[in-house]
């Protein structure tokens, strides 16, 4: 079992950034690729990002790609999404996941463990 507690959401203007994180707790963290979601009001749970157990691999949904850094610390148990270059469609519920699956996966369904979500709006 891994518990996921996302924070650092909040209300920014359009062009200004946000860092979300998200500690986890339980077994080993450093097993498990993460990953972020992101749910807006009336449309599907989408991925933005993921990253490897090891932190060497990254990959990036196209609509975040050049904007959004994701990265985490073992030591810390914790993984980060750095948002710069915020556009009000990135109005969202944001998730962090993890998954015991190989890495590369993008659909909510392949994710084992999921924190409560933090809200980030953007005000345009």
């Known amino acids: 079992q891994v518990q996921l507690v996302e924070s650092g959401g909040g209300l920014v203007q359009a062009g200004g950034s946000l860092r979300v994180s998200c500690a986890a707790s339980g077994r080993t963290f450093s097993n498990y690729h993460m990953a972020w979601f992101r749910q807006a009001p009336g449309k599907e749970r989408e991925c933005v990002s993921t990253?490897?157990?090891?932190?060497?691999?990254?990959n990036y949904a196209d609509s975040v790609k050049g904007r959004f850094t994701i990265s985490r610390d073992n030591a810390k148990r914790t993984v980060y999404l750095q948002m710069n270059s915020l556009r009000s469609e990135d109005t969202a519920v944001y998730y962090c996941?993890?998954?015991?699956?190989?890495?590369?996966?993008?659909?909510?369904?392949?994710?084992?463990?999921w924190g409560q979500g933090t809200q980030v709006t953007v005000s345009s």
């Open positions: 990253i490897s157990s090891s932190g060497g691999r990254t």
């Open positions: 996941a993890a998954t015991y699956k190989a890495y590369g996966r993008w659909a909510v369904r392949e994710y084992d463990y």
